[in-house]
Structure formats: structure tokens, C-alpha cells
């Protein structure tokens, strides 16, 4: 077995049954991918627009693709005709341009809010209470191709699991708050990497994001 086929069943191995695992692949090349879709993984998280595109090409068709990063309004183009699910919505700028190119290619795309939890400010992510506005204005009625899938968010990078823990605890209760809105296709909670995932999990998560645990350190350099 490949190291990256052995690492993702040790993964999956420590899931329970509802969590999904997004296969984290950003910077890692196309035969890592497929060395993991060889093992059975289906979706795969990437966090830079053009570099999703080239991997959509290369790689077969019955991929999930997740696009986790943070993303400029305008590179939403190179994904909007295949991708399955936008983590990393953090304004309404950003949903209009969603909407935009969603409608052009005649699609739904799925969306989750990317809600700013952590003591870092430099993360993305909506100010909660900023959220609680916005949606207070029924905003969706004018983005009719997206459909708002839940929530996600990044924890505080902390060897402290005390604070890692109440990140995810907070992370849950928007997750509740504005599911109330939403109704039964609210149903994600995308929350944990690899270092804190399984706290995420034990806080609520039903989607973790995990990527050097599965195809190890990730040479930015390349
Ligand atoms: C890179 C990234 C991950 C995966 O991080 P690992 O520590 O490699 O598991 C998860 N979520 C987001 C938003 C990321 O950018």
C-alpha cells in the first residue's frame, strides 16, 4: 500500500459513520491525488482557483471538488462550472459574484459561510454578528444559485486545546443559530485540520479538512 493510501485509511479508520473527510491536496501534484482516488477517496479540498482547474482536468470526472481557500471575487470563473462545494464564502461581494457565475453556467453551487472564530486576526471569515445582519435580510432571495449548505471555520492554531475546543464549541453554536434559517439542507459543519480534527469531531463536525496527515508537508516553494 502506498504511504498516502495507508495514511488516508488511518484517517477514515478514526471517523465515525457521517463525518466526511475532505482530502486536503493543495500543492501536492496530480499522481498524489490519484494515489488516493486509487484508494477510494472521492473528494479533495484545494484552496488556489487556477491550480483547482488544472486538477479538475487532469484528474477523473467523479471527483468532489471543494474549494476551501480564500477566494477573490474574480477567479470564482475558473471553478463555478465544476465545483461542489465553496467553504470559503467570507462576503456578500463574494456571493453576488457566486451567483453570477453560477447562473452563467446554468448551475446551483453549493456554499458554506466561512465564520471567523479564532484569536488570529489575519484568518478570513465572517465577523458573526456582521452574518447574523447580512442573513437577517433574507439575502438569499437574490442569489437564487447558491444553496447555503452550513458553516465552517478555523481554529485558533494553539497547542492549548482548551481554546481549540471552545473555537469549535462556538464554531457549533452559529452552526445551530443559523441552521434555524436554513432548514434541512443546512447540514454542514466543516471544521478541523489536521492537528485538531478529532477534537472538531468530538465538538460536532460532520466535515473535517484534512491534508498533511494524509500527503504530508507541504513544500509551498514548488
Ligand atoms: C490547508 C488547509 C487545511 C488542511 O490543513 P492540514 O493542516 O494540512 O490538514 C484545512 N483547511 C483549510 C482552510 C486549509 O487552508
Redesign the pocket.
Known sequence: MSEVASQLALVRQSLPAGVTLVA?S?THPAELIREAYDAGQRIF?E?RPQELREKYEALPRDIEWHM??HLQTNKVKYIAPFVSLI??VDSAHLAEAIQKEAAKCGRVIDILFEIHVAAEETKSGWDPDELRTYLAADPMAALPNLRVRGVMG?ATNTDDETVVRHDFETLKQYFEEFRSRFGETFDTLSMG???DYRLAVACGATMV?????IFGE?DYSK
Open positions: 486536503v493543495k479540498g484552496s476551501i481557500g467553504h470559503s478555523i485540520m489536521s492537528h479538512r484534512v491534508g498533511s496527515l507541504r
